[in-house]
Each structure stands twice: as C-alpha cells, then as structure tokens.
C-alpha cells in the first residue's frame, strides 16, 4: 500500500500569506496527486487534480507542483475562506490513500 | 450539475449491518465509476469502494470481507452494506463520483453532503 505524510500537521497564518504544504508518497505516483480542502461540516472538495491541474471554479491563488513522491500546495494570498483542512490524496489505483491533513487556522 | 445525497439509519447496534443508499440527480449514472469514502477521527479520510455503471467493483482490501456496494442506475442510485460493524465503523460516510483522466488519474468529485452513522446499542 501507498503510504501518505503531510507536513505540517498544522498551521497558523494570517490573511495575505503565502502558505505551503507538502505531502510525501512512499511509492511513486505517476503525478496522479490530488489536493481537497475540507471547511468543517463539509464534504472534502477538490482543488487540484493530476498534481498541478485546477478544478474548475477553484480561485488561481490556489497552484500545486511536484513529481515522483514530493508534492506541494501553495496558496498565494490566503483569504478568511481559505481556513480549513487540506488533505492530499494518490489517484492511481486501486486504493485511494489519503493524507492525514493540514489544518489551516488564522493567526 | 450532478448532486449526490446519501440516507440511511444514523444508529446502528454493534454485530449487526450498516446500509446505506446514495441518490444521483442532474445527471446520468453511465460511464462512470461510483465511491463510497468514509472519514472518523481516528482513521482519517478511508475509500471504502466504487462501482461502475454497469456493476464492476473494487474494495479497499482492509474491509472487502465486510462490504457490499451495488448499483441500480436506472434509479440513479447505489448502495453500501458494511457487515458486522463495531465502534470502530463509527464515521461520517461520504458518497463521491469517482473520474478518471489517462493523464490525471483518479479523483473524487463531487461528493455527498456526508451522513454520521455511529455503531452503538
């Protein structure tokens, strides 16, 4: 099985920041990295797919890179709605793993 | 667009089964695969399984002698049954749309709103 690590497990930032996660995968992923942002109470939503691709309607200050089995998410500019979970996730069958997630919370 | 709400008892006794349906609407249940995913605290965001349109599935392997999923498109709706649940099965479970690109992998979207079921007599 894929095994999964995000680092860090939390963070604090204020509004205007430039904040990046990283998550690591224990086998390679073909770029098939995917990134979801939880607000609680809700559903995981997707924000970037095949490790760099932005899903439709996600604001640009949202970007993510990587390859291989170290990836990254960067938001450029985070916004009041930006405070929540990120979790990174490994799309290549058949198991799905997702990361244990990064808390983002205001300063 | 495509919505998906799940149902089902939000109280089940230790031992026994766990059944849950989800509800596709604004769009057609063809041609693409369907999730079930679950998330508790202590495990963290779980896929369970996906079904195809046509009936194929897939099971993580760590609850594939537990779980059941099926799919009745003509009521674009599919279904989850998770056998002798104990505490530990305590979640919130989530159903998702499964999709696949060559070039981008695999990805779930859009999911359900989420439904907490707790395992408890």
């Known amino acids: 099985d894929i095994q999964m690590t995000q680092s860090p497990s939390s963070l604090s930032a204020s509004v205007g920041d430039r904040v990046t996660i990283t998550c690591r995968t224990s086998?390679?992923?073909?770029?098939?990295l995917n990134w979801y942002q939880q607000i609680p109470g809700k559903a995981p939503k997707v924000l970037i797919y095949?490790?760099?691709t932005l899903q439709g309607g996600v604001p640009s200050r949202f970007s993510a890179s990587g390859s291989g089995t170290e990836f990254a998410l960067t938001i450029s500019g985070l916004q009041p709605e930006d405070f929540a979970t990120y979790y990174c996730q490994q799309g290549d069958s058949p198991f799905f793993a997702f990361g244990p997630g990064t808390k983002v919370d205001i300063k | 667009q495509v919505q998906l709400q799940e149902s089902g008892p939000g109280l089940v006794k230790p031992s026994e089964t766990l059944s849950l349906t989800c509800t596709v609407s604004g769009g057609s249940m063809t041609t693409y695969y369907w999730s079930w995913l679950r998330q508790s605290p202590g495990k963290g965001l779980e896929w369970i399984a996906y079904?195809?349109?046509?009936?194929?599935?897939e099971y993580n392997p760590s609850l594939k002698s537990r779980a059941t999923i099926s799919v009745d498109a003509s009521k674009n709706q599919f279904s989850l049954w998770l056998t002798s649940v104990t505490a530990a099965d305590t979640a919130v479970y989530y159903c998702?749309?499964?999709?696949?690109?060559?070039?981008?992998?695999?990805?779930?979207?859009?999911w359900g709103q989420g439904t907490l079921v707790t395992v408890s007599s």
């Open positions: 095949g490790a760099s």
């Open positions: 086998q390679t992923t073909d770029n098939y």
């Open positions: 079904v195809y349109s046509s009936g194929t599935t």
């Open positions: 998702a749309r499964r999709n696949y690109h060559v070039l981008f992998g695999n990805w779930f979207d859009p």
